[in-house]
């Protein structure tokens, strides 16, 4: 009967906290531990129970709770399905039997309580626990009902365990990579400015890191009060080589940046840090040459309508002389003079009493002479200050006419391929140049060496940007209609397994958020040069003097100029020789 009260009494409680689970019949063993699984959940919601193994107290429990229960007894290697807001329940020590991709490493950061039988020493399980990288662990033993002690691995602590009272109010399970005492993080820099450099600090000579990869990790060391185990590859440390050592266990974090493209696969990689696109860097078109200027302005079709005009205003010229077509002939319109030279902004004759609609024609022809002559006088005196440079290209279809080739890493280009990219499919294969070595192919690329366009990502763009800054000239721009992809993540190469793997990701968000990784990629480029990877100088090869225009570069000019004067002269001698010619014959006859 007393119980059937206490059990009412609390059946109100937990009503009042947690309407989904509801006690019926129990004992007192049962009892507890359905009033920890309630402090549990109210200490991190969760929605699932998977209990495993063989029958014991849990089994008899989950009848009276109103969650969700997977139940296994053998193997936790198959694919884990459901929700991840999950508490494990194990029933006995042994450690679940799990594959690489079973529940037991999906489900790895998932709180797990053990009953313990026998005399078995919490702590030793702890470690072996702690060996399978398993560290949100807590233990119960088979005297729970009387003792109401919990056993909570402490990974970071010693002793490694801690007791905690059913009643106390500490928690029983910690986010225990918050701090982490010190212990090691092993990284592997790819040591690529200006993702990650390597320096010696002046103060106390130790080699630290900077560069917007290298500053998120050691922050994150910062934050949870760990050290970094630097590990420097001897050989030409590449990309591919730090995802393998990440694919094997063989470090917990790579300073580098994965591109989505490269591994589709997000288990051995962080959360994306950077979104960014992929494409050609491309030289600056040439600027025309001074003598090609007034070729360009004297436009085919302007010059049409000028001379349309020009005929226009003749035919009215000479309708409105005399208010007639009498005077109307070819000779009259084409090589009307003063039309001719009122368009040139030359003086002409201006009739003494001129009828008004003539006053009006000639102030038309002002007008227009005017607007040409000044229109042709500010292009040709910008131009020539700043001539118009050839056009850009604008699509894949017109790459081949670039004046140089595309550099392009036998890594990147085999990739490229590998996932069928169709606008570098579209790129002739003559106008690529393939780089075996990708450090040489970067080398060029650094050197903003002119004889190439180059593969670029946005990111890695920026401080170029920012160097080109200093140069006269600008050499490279970053070509938003030559792209290979406009959407590639970079992600952290991290390992399979590693246990603070969430605390990292939250990391990575609150600094993007606070706008830190913004700032340290606006600053790489005085990174780099503080440590003498790169120079302040200008790579533009500015010429000492810009050709100007010289008299060879309007010669042709000149020489339609004197075959006209020659043809005029001849014209001129052949009608004075016609006239003396008929004169001669009128005489003779
Ligand atoms: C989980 O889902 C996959 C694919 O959806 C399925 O093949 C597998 O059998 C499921 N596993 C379980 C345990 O339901
Ligand atoms: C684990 O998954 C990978 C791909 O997801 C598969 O190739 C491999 O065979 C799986 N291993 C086991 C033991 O199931
Ligand atoms: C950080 O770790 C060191 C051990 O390396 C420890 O002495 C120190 O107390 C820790 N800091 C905090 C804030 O816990
Ligand atoms: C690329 O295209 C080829 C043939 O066009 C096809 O066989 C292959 O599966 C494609 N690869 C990818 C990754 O789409
Ligand atoms: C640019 O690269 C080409 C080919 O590798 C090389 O011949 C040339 O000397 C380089 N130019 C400069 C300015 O370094």
């Not at 989950?62 to 139940?71: C, G, H, Q």
């Not at 991840?84 to 079973?102: A, M, Q, Y």
């Not at 227009?368 to 290209?393: C, D, G, K, R, V």
């Given at each position: 009967m007393?119980?059937?009260?206490?059990?009412?009494?609390?059946?109100?409680?937990?009503?009042?906290?947690?309407?989904?689970?509801?006690?019926?019949?129990?004992?007192?063993?049962?009892?507890?531990?359905?009033?920890?699984?309630?402090k549990l959940r109210q200490e991190e919601f969760y929605d699932t129970l998977l209990v495993y193994g063989e029958d014991c107290e849990f089994h008899s429990l989950?009848?009276?709770?109103?969650?969700?229960?997977?139940?296994v007894t053998d193997s936790m290697n198959f694919?884990?399905?459901?929700?991840?807001?999950?508490?494990?329940?194990?029933?006995?020590?042994?450690?679940?039997?799990?594959?690489?991709?079973?529940?037991?490493?999906?489900?790895?950061?998932?709180?797990?309580?053990v009953l313990l039988n026998g005399d078995i020493q919490p702590s030793n399980m702890c470690n072996i626990y702690t060996q399978k990288d398993i560290y949100n662990i807590a233990f119960v033993k088979e005297n729970f009902a009387k003792s109401n002690v919990i056993y909570s691995c402490r990974y970071f602590q010693d002793p490694n365990i801690e007791d905690v009272?059913?009643?106390?109010?500490?928690?029983?399970?910690?986010?225990?990579?918050?701090?982490?005492?010190?212990?090691?993080?092993?990284?592997?820099?790819?040591?690529?400015?200006?993702?990650?450099?390597?320096?010696?600090?002046?103060?106390?000579?130790?080699?630290?890191?900077?560069?917007?990869?290298?500053?998120?990790?050691t922050n994150f060391a910062q934050k949870v009060n760990a050290t970094l185990q630097l590990h420097i590859l001897e050989t030409s440390t590449s990309i591919t080589e730090i995802s393998r050592m990440a694919k094997d266990?063989?470090?917990?974090?790579?300073?580098?940046?994965?591109?989505?493209?490269?591994?589709?696969?997000?288990?051995?990689?962080?959360?994306?840090?950077?979104?960014?696109?992929?494409?050609?860097?491309?030289?600056?078109?040439?600027?025309?040459?001074?003598?090609?200027?007034?070729?360009?302005?004297?436009?085919?079709?302007?010059?049409?309508?000028?001379?349309?005009?020009?005929?226009?205003?003749?035919?009215?010229?000479?309708?409105?002389?005399?208010?007639s077509w009498q005077d109307l002939s070819l000779a009259n319109i084409v090589l009307n003079d003063k039309s001719l030279r009122g368009l040139l902004g030359q003086s002409f004759p201006f009739p003494l009493n001129a009828s008004k609609k003539l006053r009006l024609i000639f102030t038309i022809l002002c007008?227009?002479?005017?607007?040409?002559?000044?229109?042709?006088?500010?292009?040709?005196?910008?131009?020539?200050?700043?001539?118009?440079?050839?056009?850009?290209?604008?699509?894949?279809k017109d790459i081949g006419k670039l004046r140089h080739k595309t550099a392009i890493t036998a890594i990147e280009a085999n990739v490229l391929i590998s996932t069928n990219n169709t606008q570098f499919l579209e790129i002739p294969k003559?106008?690529?140049?393939?780089?075996?070595?990708?450090?040489?192919?970067l080398a060029l690329r650094d050197a903003f060496n002119l004889s190439y366009n180059y593969f670029v990502t946005e990111d890695r763009w920026s401080s170029y940007a920012e160097q080109q800054k200093l140069f006269k000239e600008t050499l490279f721009y970053y070509s938003n209609d030559l792209c290979f992809s406009r959407m590639i993540f970079f992600s952290i190469p991290l390992r399979r397994h590693l246990p603070y793997r969430h605390l990292f990701d939250e990391h990575m968000m609150r600094q993007q958020e606070f706008g830190l990784v913004n700032y340290w990629k606006g600053h790489s480029f005085f990174d780099m040069v503080r440590l003498g990877l790169t120079t302040l100088e200008d790579l533009s090869q500015p010429k000492s003097f810009n050709p100007s225009l010289l008299m060879e570069d309007i010669s042709w000019i000149m020489k339609l100029y004197l075959v006209a004067i020659s043809l005029s002269v001849f014209c001129f001698l052949s009608e004075v020789g016609w006239e003396k010619w008929k004169r001669w014959r009128d005489t003779r006859n």
């Open positions: 007393t119980w059937l009260v206490i059990t009412l009494c609390f059946l109100g409680y937990f009503a009042a906290h947690m309407a989904d689970i509801s006690v019926q019949n129990q004992n007192i063993m049962d009892y507890e531990l359905l009033r920890l699984l309630i989950i009848r009276s709770l109103d969650v969700a229960v997977v139940l694919d884990w399905n459901f929700s991840r807001l999950t508490l494990i329940l194990s029933c006995g020590p042994d450690l679940e039997k799990g594959g690489p991709n079973g529940t037991t490493f999906k489900l790895q950061r998932n709180r797990r309580l009272h059913l009643l106390e109010a500490r928690p029983i399970f910690t986010e225990q990579f918050q701090n982490m005492m010190g212990n090691a993080i092993r990284i592997v820099p790819d040591l690529l400015p200006p993702r990650a450099m390597l320096y010696q600090d002046a103060s106390d000579g130790e080699t630290k890191m900077i560069g917007y990869v290298a500053n998120l990790i266990d063989e470090l917990d974090m790579g300073v580098t940046l994965e591109a989505s493209l490269y591994s589709p696969n997000l288990e051995t990689a962080s959360y994306p840090y950077l979104l960014t696109s992929y494409c050609l860097m491309v030289q600056v078109p040439a600027k025309l040459p001074y003598n090609l200027v007034y070729a360009i302005i004297v436009d085919p079709l302007v010059l049409g309508i000028i001379f349309l005009l020009f005929c226009l205003l003749s035919v009215l010229l000479v309708y409105s002389q005399k208010m007008f227009a002479s005017i607007l040409l002559n000044t229109m042709y006088e500010a292009y040709l005196q910008s131009f020539f200050t700043n001539p118009p440079s050839e056009p850009h290209i604008r699509s894949f003559k106008h690529l140049c393939i780089y075996e070595s990708w450090r040489e192919s």
